[in-house]
Structures are given as structure tokens and as C-alpha cells.
């Protein structure tokens, strides 16, 4: 068995948890109090729309399954692993949000990550870009936020980006 703390052990996680979440800017606090919504499934909306519009309907098709992936093993991991928040296991944590759940993996990360994956084989290149940056910004606030050390934050991403690349495959071989 892991144990729980195991985030704790590993010293470039926690130096860099740190170097991220106690550097404090007044603009970033006001601006991940809203911004952290585009992480989580509320956004599902704008998503849709984007990929709708600049694309078609097998996109939109890759989305749902890539996000019903993640959907299903961000818990099943999470609920496996049993890790702790960073507020749970270290002091001075500045925490700019409820937590809830269990902490390894983000999966606002990887929703986020996922619906860039998705992005890479649907949408033009600057759409793909902005959907990176926007997964890298969801990606940083995280840690910054309190909410997950860099580890949760690096498997998430892995994690959703790997459902994306999945759900492409499937619409390709069921509408091909």
C-alpha cells in the first residue's frame, strides 16, 4: 500500500508546491477565485460551443467521450489512491478555495488537458493554442490555488491528454 503522504517525500513536489503557492499577487487571487470555473464541468457550455463552431459534430462527439473517460478514472483514481490535500499534509498553505475529494490527480487538469487533446484533431491551430494555454493556466492555478501539488497536477494533464488522444481514436474507427 502508498501511503497517503507519499507527495510529502518527494522534495522537488513539495519545493515547487511552495515556490508556486506562496508567491501571493493580488490580481491572481481575484483572478483564480473566477477563472478556477473553467476547470470544472460548469464550462462544459463554452466548450461545446467552441468546438461547435469551429468544427462539427464528430468533435463534439470525441469531447463527450474524452470527458466521459476522464469522468470515470479521475474518481476511480482518486478514490484508489486516497491522497490527501496539500492543506492536509503541509503548513502555511495559502488555500483560495473549498477542497473536497482527494487530491492525486487534478482532474481539473485533466478536463482541461483533455478537451485540448481533443482540440489537436478538430480545431485550427490557433484555437489548439488557446486551449493549451487556457489547460496550462487552469494547470498552474491549481497549485497556486492550494488545491494539488505538482505531482496531481502533471498525472492530470498526462491523464487528459491521453483520454483526448483515446476518444479521437474511437470517433475515428466508429464514423470512419
Same mark, same amino acid.
Given at each position: 500500500?502508498?501511503?497517503n503522504d ?18 501571493? *499577487?493580488?490580481?491572481? +487571487?481575484?483572478? !483564480? ?10 464550462s %462544459? @457550455? /463554452? &466548450? $461545446? ?26 474518481p476511480s ?5 486516497k491522497?490527501k ?6 503548513e ?11 487530491? *492525486?490527480?487534478?482532474? +481539473?487538469?485533466a !478536463?482541461?488537458f483533455?478537451?485540448?487533446a481533443v482540440?489537436?484533431?478538430? %480545431? @485550427? /491551430? &490557433? $484555437?489548439?493554442?488557446i486551449?493549451?494555454?487556457?489547460a ?18 502533471i498525472?492530470g ?5 491521453f ?13 470512419s
Amino acid at each position: 500500500m502508498i501511503p497517503n503522504d507519499w507527495e510529502t517525500r518527494i522534495k522537488w513536489n513539495v519545493k515547487l508546491f511552495y515556490l508556486i503557492n506562496n508567491k501571493r *499577487f493580488s490580481f491572481l +487571487d481575484k483572478f !483564480y477565485k473566477y477563472y478556477y470555473y473553467m476547470g470544472k464541468s460548469y464550462s %462544459l @457550455p /463554452i &466548450y $461545446i460551443f467552441i468546438f461547435w463552431y469551429f468544427s462539427n459534430i464528430k468533435s463534439i462527439y470525441a469531447l463527450f467521450i474524452g470527458l466521459l473517460i476522464t469522468g470515470i478514472l479521475m474518481p476511480s483514481i482518486k478514490y484508489t489512491f486516497k491522497h490527501k490535500r496539500p492543506s492536509s499534509l503541509l503548513e502555511n498553505v495559502n488555500l483560495l478555495e473549498p477542497v473536497s475529494l482527494k487530491s *492525486f490527480p487534478s482532474a +481539473d487538469t485533466a !478536463y482541461a488537458f483533455t478537451i485540448f487533446a481533443v482540440s489537436l484533431f478538430f %480545431l @485550427p /491551430i &490557433y $484555437i489548439v493554442i488557446i486551449l493549451l494555454i487556457n489547460a496550462l493556466i487552469i494547470s498552474y492555478g491549481r497549485i497556486y490555488m492550494g488545491a494539488h501539488f505538482p505531482v496531481d497536477v502533471i498525472v492530470g494533464a498526462l491523464i487528459g491528454f491521453f483520454d483526448g488522444v483515446i476518444a479521437n481514436l474511437i470517433i475515428r474507427n466508429i464514423l470512419s
